[in-house]
């Protein structure tokens, strides 16, 4: 079992910065691979990003390739989502989650969190 609580979340003007945490507890936090995931109202949940048991692959959704970045650091139990560049089309509530495979957390994460808001503004 793991549990998964996501803080960052806000609002921010088009251009901005934010950074999202997920604190994770249960499992080793090694164990596990983490990633982030968005839904915007009326909208799938998409995947965005994802990080390997020990950060050392990660993947991001072509939609924020070169302006989000997921990092972990396994001694805080914690995985972040930098995101630099905001636009209002990342406007959305973003749900840390976790999964026992890298293609797992990418499609049908088994961990997910109750999710933070996001908002941009134009």
């Known amino acids: 079992q793991v549990q998964l609580v996501e803080s960052g979340g806000g609002s921010v003007q088009a251009g901005g910065s934010l950074r999202l945490s997920c604190a994770a507890s249960?499992?080793?936090?090694?164990?596990?691979?983490m990633g982030w995931f968005r839904q915007a109202p009326g909208k799938e949940r998409e995947f965005v990003a994802a990080?390997?048991?020990?950060?050392?692959?990660?993947y991001c959704a072509d939609s924020v390739k070169g302006r989000f970045t997921i990092s972990r650091d396994n001694t805080r139990n914690t995985a972040w989502l930098q995101m630099i560049s905001l636009k209002p089309e990342d406007t959305a509530n973003y749900y840390c989650?976790?999964?026992?495979?890298?293609?797992?957390?990418?499609?049908?994460?088994?961990?997910w969190g109750q999710g933070t808001q996001v908002t941009v503004s134009s």
């Open positions: 990080i390997s048991r020990y950060g050392g692959n990660t």
């Open positions: 249960g499992r080793t936090f090694s164990s596990i691979n």
């Open positions: 989650a976790a999964s026992n495979t890298l293609g797992g957390v990418t499609t049908t994460p088994t961990y």
